[in-house]
């Protein structure tokens, strides 16, 4: 009998260190991270953040849950002294006390948090992940140290962003309606006001300054039928009037306007989407994915895509209220149909340059980088907000 107690005690002790080490595998799979940034992105489109704002949400904690993960890959560098005023995150007295991707997701989460309004629907997100956390056996003095450690970079990042001039553009003044007929105005049908016209003076992160590559400016509003800018309008106009099918469900595909305005009758009512920043979030989970990206390649490529849309639409906001180009839709109405609408509802901003080339460039170029040229990949990102999936060769 004693044999037999002694064999099953020691069977136990096995069976429990087996229990305490199955978080290793779990804690370390990447589709974690996928999901805590998709929880993001549902609350983002919840509360209607702007594509600009957006790109803020995405950002801060792209780069706490990446510094974490680097900090214990001597093979990955670290973010600090390469984006203007960040520092070093705190040090750790000992990294066997951490489990570092537990670390990484709770501050990505947590910056996230700060930077939303549904506090609630962050907290539903994180109670549900904390469960299959302890379920896996991470638990105790190891899953504390983990979260304290994810605290203190979130603070640290935190602290870093309240200085990036985004609490004090809240209270600048709003866009002025211009009477100069090339000036950009409100358009139907909600007739909003300018969105974010101070976002050019928000701290870059690697760009020397907003205005580092000013794009060419565009074409001088003249409705001579001649001028480059009368036929540029006219191949707007004719080019809607003649969409088939196909141009109609590409235009859609890419709309990515976080709040539509749909007028039935009388009755006003919005609709809210991914922003096109999101979109190209979405993107950068389907390359990980597809290439098998570990735990630490998959918060670089988070990491790195949402500094390059950040800094693309201040780049671009730049240039959209210094040339505050009129839009097409406005100048048609006013002097060709005045019935005449765009397939998609114009965005509430200056028409140059495009929001959705520039931040579309800068995420392709470094997501082709990262994955590598002639990656070819199906587009569902938008297959939750009723858009068949779309297939591309790079």
């Keep these: 009998m004693k044999v037999f107690f002694y064999v099953f005690f020691c069977l136990a002790l096995v069976v429990q260190s087996c229990t305490n080490n199955d978080y290793t595998g779990f804690i370390s799979d990447p589709e974690h991270v996928h999901k805590t940034v998709k929880n993001l992105t549902d609350v983002i489109v919840h509360d209607i953040f702007s594509p600009p704002v957006a790109s803020r949400i995405y950002v801060y904690p792209s780069i706490a849950a990446y510094e974490i993960m680097a900090a214990n890959h001597p093979d990955q560098k670290s973010l600090a002294g390469q984006l203007h005023g960040l520092e070093a995150i705190p040090p750790l007295e000992n990294s066997e006390d951490v489990s570092f991707p537990l670390a990484a997701i709770y501050a990505f989460h947590t910056v996230g948090k700060a930077l939303i309004f549904s506090d609630d629907k962050m907290d539903a997100y994180w109670e549900s992940f904390e469960k299959q956390v302890k379920s896996s056996g991470l638990r105790g003095k190891k899953y504390n140290a983990s979260i304290n450690y994810g605290q203190h970079v979130a603070d640290h990042i935190l602290s870093w962003a309240e200085k990036d001039n985004y609490k004090q553009t809240r ?75 196909e141009e109609v469900e590409i235009a859609s595909f890419w709309d990515c306007n976080p709040y539509v305005m749909n007028v039935a009758g009388h009755v006003m009512f919005a609709s809210k989407k991914i922003t096109p920043g999101g979109h190209w979030i979405g993107i950068t989970g389907i390359a990980c994915r597809q290439s098998n990206a570990d735990l630490m390649q998959t918060a670089e490529a988070y990491a790195l895509t949402s500094i390059a849309l950040y800094d693309a639409f201040i780049s671009c906001w730049d240039e959209k209220y210094r040339s505050n180009l009129i839009r097409p839709e406005t100048v048609i109405n006013q002097h060709i149909d005045e019935e005449w609408v765009p397939i998609l509802q114009t965005p509430p901003f200056p028409e140059h340059t495009s929001g959705h080339s520039v931040i579309s460039t800068a995420a392709a170029v470094v997501l082709t980088r990262l994955f590598g040229d002639n990656f070819s990949f199906n587009d569902d990102v938008e297959l939750e907000y009723g858009l068949p999936v779309r297939s591309f060769d790079s």
């Design 171 to 245: 209270s600048y003044p709003k866009y002025t309606i211009s009477d100069d007929p090339s000036k950009w105005q409100p358009t139907p049908p909600a007739y909003m006001d300018g969105i974010e016209p101070h976002w050019r003076e928000m701290r870059t992160l690697v760009l020397e300054a907003a205005d580092q590559f000013t794009p060419e400016a565009p074409s001088t509003f003249d409705l001579d039928k001649q001028s480059p800018f009368y036929k540029e309008m006219m191949e707007v106009y004719n080019t809607v009037n003649n969409a088939g099918e």
